[in-house]
């Protein structure tokens, strides 16, 4: 039997990123709605014709969005949130960036989607993580008010739009259990599961219009049987399917991420003709689906990684894919592991990359040519694809054997480490004797996250430095000047820790990568993060090593500037890893440690040349739990002796900082714990520092108190708003009721990078004030 092709979706942005250009164009005014959507066709007809042109069986339909598919599915389920006030007339593609971005208020500002709270205006739905990856997907709300109606044509306009162009169309949609689970519940006491059985039925009509108009097969995505799922949304999904079998065309189950595990059996016998498992994420899953689905359900097996750019190994993916083709009676689909949104376009633009290197890559375009091959093995032989084959195999032998990633000295250090390596030399409360015997600060002591505003001139200056316009000396000074003025202006408001402002970091990540052995960085290999907004994460492709100091001058020179204390700024291991398209020929927990080491050894020269407090960035340590419980015990203990291992090769009287936003840490919290920094700064004013009380306080149901000191934000910096000194002390006692006084620390929620002097300065002073009079009532107490 023939084996098909498809693919789960495809990049949205485009080769030149020209959805993210005209979206901001439509948001600035410059172009219309109807100049949107002709962008937006053009799109989708380029990126069908390639998946044609690779011989695909199947065009993907619906994959596509403006900002979000979720947010699509918002608009084409009828369930708009009320608190937006939509009268139904406003246009459609309106309404859809109104939730994504907010409503203006009456100065003019908008509350976007990374604003949970909006004092005017209508904030935008909440943004989160989509399950494990750096996509950021817009999180629907419920009520027991919220009603579900068939809202939108633009997903059936699509599918008309593929099917003129003469393509074979499949059409995914959300599966509504998962619709519903990534939801939020807006209503105390309410269950967002309770509105399934008015949920099911528009997905019922969304079906049969597909069937009307001549799709044979729509791709359902339900990733959350990837999770360990109560009792109740388990039990549904049977009764759920059986529902939808009545007026569906053939439906796809996909699930992608994690393995199916308790959920296989189940995922295996719902009324569904095919399913889609993820054989890169979660191999250990084909034995048990080959032996559970029927022979009629089509196995489609994710055999080509849609979450990494390594091209695949064809030898590997055969030896894979044999023994199911052997087993499987019934027909076998070949497709990535998931949707190819996680990875870049093409290495069609990418003439900076060396030849070697760039051979060992495949991006989204290349990963349809890679399913090509392995079909054409699959149905007839190697024959025919005997070029192409010949060259993935010297690709993935050259990466194997090359110095390039492999170095004895980075692999003799790791050997070398022992168990004493990722522990202090104290513990906290000695530490903490010196450190406060060294430094003397006050009560409350105020400090920042680490960057200041990054203004046009910086901009400007490094945008020079990289043209070659502006030579390494002109550019040093500038940045010397940019950090001088931070500074002075951290010494004006009375700071108590100062920071050097970060003028010379381009990102948090690729600052460091581009520094350290084993990185390469991409020309063109943006990933989109959420809306217009695009990434381009670095890409480690060997053991990594730090040939060099990488911020020493600069927080050097910072300090010579003030006899106040200076932070040194770095970025933590577990982040970089997670925000980097990382190496998959040994185990992650090995990279990271790897990275580790490197870390430590720039630590180390920070507390020689005179920094006494250094800061390990970590805001990623969360998003890379496993999506299954039962991974995580091994996760957090890696993640947690990477950090401690960067940290901790440091004297007593050296205080080591960390930092962690927009995260929710109540269920790690004691190995945040472990981690041993002295001090955790954390975004807390959003949640108006409701998130701090999992930290400690009477009201702690699990009785967990966190030992060391932290600094809870006490103001949200995605928002150009000014706090109020009044609003500051109230959150700061609110804080005192969970933490002891002697261990808190007064600090905005995350880095100053995005936001105007002006509004810094004002929000600064209220900070430093709100402090100073906190300190004057403890005087008086």
């Known amino acids: 039997m023939t084996t098909r092709t498809?693919?789960?979706?495809?990049?949205?942005?485009?080769?030149?990123?020209?959805?993210?250009?005209?979206?901001?164009?439509?948001?600035?005014?410059?172009?219309?709605?109807?100049?949107?959507?002709?962008?937006?066709?053009?799109?989708?007809?380029?990126?069908?014709?390639?998946?044609?042109?690779?011989?695909?069986?199947?065009?993907?339909?619906?994959?596509?969005?403006?900002?979000?598919?979720?947010a699509n599915h918002i608009q084409l389920l009828g369930c708009e949130p009320e608190r937006f006030g939509f009268k139904g007339d406003e246009p459609e593609l309106s309404r859809y960036f109104k939730m994504a971005r907010g409503v203006e208020d009456e100065a003019g500002h908008v509350h976007d989607a990374s604003c949970k709270h909006g004092a005017e205006g209508t904030f935008a739905l909440e943004m989160t993580k989509w399950f494990d990856t750096n996509y950021h997907y817009l999180v629907p709300e419920f009520t027991a008010a919220t009603q579900f109606r068939l809202a939108s044509t633009r997903l059936f306009d699509e599918v008309a739009q593929a099917q003129q162009a003469g393509h074979a169309v499949k059409a995914v949609l959300l599966g509504p259990l998962s619709f519903l689970y990534l939801g939020n519940e807006k209503q105390a006491g309410f269950?967002?599961?309770s509105l399934l059985d008015a949920l099911l039925p528009v997905y019922e009509q969304v079906l049969s219009r597909l069937k009307q108009q001549g799709v044979e097969w729509v791709q359902i995505d339900e990733p959350i049987l990837g999770l360990d799922l109560p009792d109740a949304?388990?039990?549904?999904?049977?009764?759920?399917?059986?529902?939808?079998a009545r007026s569906a065309p053939k439906l796809l189950l996909v699930t992608y991420f994690s393995p199916l595990s308790d959920n296989l059996r189940l995922a295996c016998q719902l009324p569904v003709a095919g399913l889609h498992v993820d054989a890169v994420r979660a191999p250990q899953d084909l034995t048990g689906v080959a032996d559970w689905l029927a022979a009629h359900k089509v196995l489609s097996v994710g055999i080509v990684d849609g979450r990494n750019i390594w091209r695949t190994d064809p030898d590997a993916a055969l030896a894979t894919l044999r023994p199911v083709v052997d087993k499987k009676r019934g027909e076998l689909w070949i497709a990535p592991s998931c949707s190819l949104l996680h990875v870049p376009f093409s290495l069609a633009a990418e003439d900076k990359l060396d030849a070697e290197l760039k051979s060992w890559l495949a991006f989204a375009v290349e990963k349809l040519d890679e399913l090509r091959v392995l079909r054409a093995v699959l149905d007839g032989g190697e024959d025919s694809v005997a070029q192409e084959l010949a060259a993935a195999r010297a690709a993935v032998a050259a990466r194997r054997s090359s110095h390039r990633v492999h170095r004895a000295d980075v692999a003799l250090r790791l050997a070398r480490s022992v168990a004493g390596d990722d522990r202090r030399a104290s513990s906290f409360g000695q530490r903490q004797q010196v450190q406060r015997a060294r430094f003397a600060f006050p009560a409350l002591p105020t400090t920042t996250i680490g960057s200041f505003p990054q203004t046009t001139e910086i901009r400007a200056a490094r945008a020079a430095f990289k043209r070659g316009e502006l030579d390494a000396t002109g550019y040093r000074e500038k940045m010397r000047a940019e950090i001088a003025l931070a500074v002075r202006k951290q010494e004006e408001l009375g700071i108590d820790v100062l920071v050097h402002g970060e003028a010379e970091r381009n990102d948090m990540v690729e600052y460091f990568g581009e520094q350290l052995d084993g990185f390469a960085f991409t020309a063109n290999g943006w990933v989109q993060s959420y809306g217009s907004r695009c990434v381009k994460p670095p890409v480690i492709f060997g053991d990594v090593a730090r040939p060099a100091p990488m911020t020493v001058e600069w927080a050097a020179y910072a300090q010579s500037l003030t006899k106040?204390?200076?932070?040194?700024?770095?970025?933590?291991?577990v982040t970089i890893l997670q925000w980097s398209f990382v190496r998959n020929d040994q185990p992650r927990s090995t990279t990271c440690e790897q990275i580790a080491w490197a870390i430590r050894d720039e630590v180390v020269d920070l507390e020689g040349a005179g920094i006494g407090i250094i800061q390990i960035d970590e805001p990623a340590i969360r998003e890379g739990l496993p999506l299954r419980r039962a991974g995580w015990p091994a996760y957090l203990k890696s993640a947690t002796r990477a950090f401690r291992v960067s940290a901790s090769g440091v004297r007593d009287e050296t205080q080591i900082h960390t930092h962690m936003c927009y995260s929710e840490f109540n269920d790690i919290l004691p190995e945040i714990a472990a981690m041993d920094a002295d001090v955790i700064t954390i975004e807390t004013s959003r949640s108006d520092m409701e998130l701090l009380r999992g930290f400690g306080g009477e009201n702690n149901a699990g009785g967990f108190r966190y030992p060391n000191e932290i600094g809870p934000g006490v103001y949200d910096i995605h928002s150009p708003r000014v706090p109020s000194v009044d609003e500051i002390v109230r959150l700061m006692r609110k804080a005192a009721g969970v933490v002891p006084l002697e261990n808190l620390w007064i600090n905005p929620d995350c880095g100053l990078k995005t936001r105007g002097w002006p509004e810094t300065e004002a929000a600064l002073s209220n900070m430093v004030a709100a402090a100073k009079l906190l300190r004057k009532e403890l005087a008086a107490a």
């Open 6 to 70: 498809h693919i789960l979706g495809f990049p949205r942005m485009g080769a030149n990123r020209e959805l993210k250009f005209a979206l901001e164009k439509h948001w600035r005014g410059e172009i219309d709605r109807a100049a949107l959507e002709e962008v937006g066709e053009q799109l989708r007809e380029r990126h069908w014709q390639a998946q044609r042109d690779a011989g695909l069986d199947y065009v993907t339909v619906g994959d596509f969005a403006c900002y979000d598919h979720v």
């Open 564 to 573: 106040l204390p200076m932070k040194g700024m770095l970025t933590g291991p």
């Open 191 to 193: 269950d967002r599961f």
């Open 233 to 244: 949304w388990r039990n549904a999904f049977e009764r759920a399917y059986w529902q939808l």
